[in-house]
């Protein structure tokens, strides 16, 4: 017989920490003090407590317990914090960035496929779309101007299928310009919308969608993979 084929071990808690902070200390050299701080200033204050209320060896052992604890989870929200921000900025101005963002928001019933259903070869301009409860998402990387005219083109091929209801298109561009949206911003920018389709209504929703994908699918130019797009623990759970 075969032998059978090893399942990959999952990795443990501790070994995905060691991960995202050899990652986040690469670019970020104030990280290690920051984590230190967070740890060491509640055992600090444990410590004045205990001495100022003159606790017995009992309530010694809790309080320094807590401490620890409480400074485990500031070091630990320090971390992700903190590689958020070096994620974050590892990505912008990069193209596809956009779209490794919005496939990763898969709570709340997103849906955002990895493929942009627009992008201009030339200038590497494109565009996402994506649906959830809170309606249609057309989200823009690239120049404003190009990226509007391209989503109005969208926008009017998306109103043929949803002709008669109400279902809102939300149009977002990604950027540093005035009427655009920062790429760290661009998750909360999208789930903060107020819920208008129920479950149901959005199967529906998604079946058109795909009926019409699958009428203009297009390719991604090279260097525009977002599923190759490297971005922090905590952006990937689409938090």
Sequence with gaps: MAEEKKKPKKQSTFSQIKQIYQFTAQDDKQLPFLIAGAIIVPIIVGVIVC?????????WILTMVLAVMIGLLLGTTVLTRRADKVGFRQLEGKPGATGAILNNI????????????WVDAKTKDAIWRGSGRTGIYLVGEGDYGRVMKAMNREETRIQRIT?????????????DGPKQVPLNKLQKTVVRQKVKLTKYELEQLNDRLQTLQ??????????????????SRRAMRGK
């Design 163 to 175: 002709r008669g209801s109400d279902i809102p298109i939300h149009r977002i561009s990604v950027g």
């Design 51 to 59: 001495a100022v209320f003159k606790f017995g060896w009992l309530n």
């Design 106 to 117: 898969t709570k709340g019933g997103f849906s955002f496929p990895q493929e942009p259903i």
């Design 214 to 231: 699958a009428k203009s699918t297009m390719g991604i130019p090279k260097g525009m993979d977002p599923s190759k797009m490297k971005i």
